[in-house]
């Protein structure tokens, strides 16, 4: 097959419309920067950038938390008849721990037992059981005494 | 601590290839005669090596050490290295660039979806919340962890759902000590690249040189900006579409062989093993290449070359998700019953979804392809395409009350399997399969 001149016009042209929407995409989706995003979802589709201060939230309990302890991080999504995607983004975010969903009642009602450590996101919770760990911008990180 | 902590899964999958390059000592030298070819077989066979390792090393209840899945993959890569180092053969190999708009603008492209990957623009929601997940908390257990599987709370997690992407992410977490998310995202450049240099290895033997190297940008350009579009970064997509690729440009592209079709039975197996849509891929790609590109007599041998390593492949995971007590998505439980009512709300969702929020782009090119190249309509990517669309469809009806949030969350990335077989179809040469075997050049 020989190279014609509509074939050279036809590629071209495909190729910079690919190009320009390929941009458009990029530059539509967050500013045009070389240094790497505070979190995986900092750019995302709109409807996911909601979760990036949560990510953030998440990797700085994750250094306040010893290996194989349990925790609960609570959240206002908290536990209906289902766990929420809040519930499973945490278990993945902290891998060394073991993550408990948060029970079906308001922690303050009553802590279940066997649990280290509760994280609080954007909800505020109190028991002479909980001592503060970390006061982060977002929640709380509190150790549970026995 | 995270940068060197990425830094080393980094390194985890560039060493990927060397660990696959034990199949260059085994596959005949007639398989393999460039660069690209190598790149992709050695890379995907030491993906699947890995994942075999850790799946036979999870069973027997071991756990996972970095020497103990290295020392055979790289005893293999010596023996290879002990053999090519004594012949001139790799030496003859060459790396032919088409031409440079071609390969400028492929390149152009997968830089652009390397960035947009790496600054969060394609981050997909689903490896937050299981792909990723799984790999970090495998690593953590070092086996695949049924504890975790099996919990009733991870129960959205999916835990039948095939386990090649996540092993891979766990081989990166090994390395790097930790699972880190944000590095992780190199994959997604990492796995189009290999699909668009195996497009580029076997269209250039189908079209001119000029036209091969147009043909390669465009798939690439596509492939990366739909993907992108559809925010598929560290989702399995793109591994899915990376198998899809080499078993299509095996059955579109080369003339029959027993050990290409070997090895593109091996890539269905490891889509099959990467997404649930890769099953139903490799059965309408089997029924359509012995239907479209095969002689009455190559017809059997054919089919069961191409079928039997994704039927052996998934036998095996059913059979140990039912020992596991583990099966959920492939004993149909998550499927509700058909309605056929719902097809006008399925087929205008899709519709909606197909236009990738690019105004129809990816249709408009290939409409203009079919028109410029005037390709063979009786393909097997062409059935194949037209077929997944129907199985899609099918699913699509088999929703709750209302698919619309179904059909919103994944018909665009299912879309794209349909436009990698469309992109395939249009670059299919006139000839056919007797007349192409005789035509056939090496690549």
Redesign the interface.
Known sequence: ???TQ??RF???G??L???G???W??QR??PL?IS??P???????PG?RG?APY?VFLARIRQSLPPQSTVIVETAAGYGS??S?D???A???L??QRVL?PPEHKIQLGIPAGIQFIATYHVNISSPRLRLVADLPNGQLYKVSP | MTLTAGARFVIAIATIPAIGAWTLALLPRRCIKSWPVAIVVTALAGWLTIAAEMAVLAVAGVPWTIGALVILPVAGALVTVWRFGRSAEFKNWRWNPCIS?GIA?TC??LV?AA??A??????S?D????W??KG??F??ARTVDLRFLRDP?????HPDYPPLLPLLYSWGALVAG??P??AA?VTFPWFIALAVLTYSAGVKRA??A??AG?LT??FA??L??TL??K?TA?NADPPLILFETVALSIVSFWPPDTVAEWCAGIALAGGAMTKVEGLFFAGLLVIATAVFERTAGQRWRTIYRLAIPPVVAIAGWVIFCIRSQILSTYNGAANGKFIIGHLWTVLTQMGREAGF??FY?PWV?LV??VI?LKPRVTTAACWTGIGYLLVNIWFYLHGTDDPTLWVRWSAGRTLITVLVCGIFAVSVPRLRPQARAEHASPD
């Not at chain 1, 979190?39 to 589709?45: G, P, Q, R, V």
């Not at chain 2, 709370?153 to 997690?157: A, V």
């Open positions: 097959m020989r190279k509509t074939e036809v590629f071209y495909v190729l419309s690919i190009l929407m390929f941009i995409e990029i989706s967050g920067q790497m995003p979190t995986i979802l900092s750019y995302s589709a996911n979760l990510l289902f766990p995607s519930y499973l983004i278990v993945g975010q891998p060394d969903p | 708009v603008m152009c492209f652009l960035y947009a790496l600054t969060s623009r394609a981050t929601t490896y937050l919340l299981f990723g997940t970090a908390r690593a953590a709370d991870h129960y959205f997690m930790r699972f998310w944000g995202l079209v001119s000029w036209v147009m940008a465009c350009g596509l990366a900006l992108v579009v925010t560290g929020q690019v782009l090119i203009l392809l410029l």
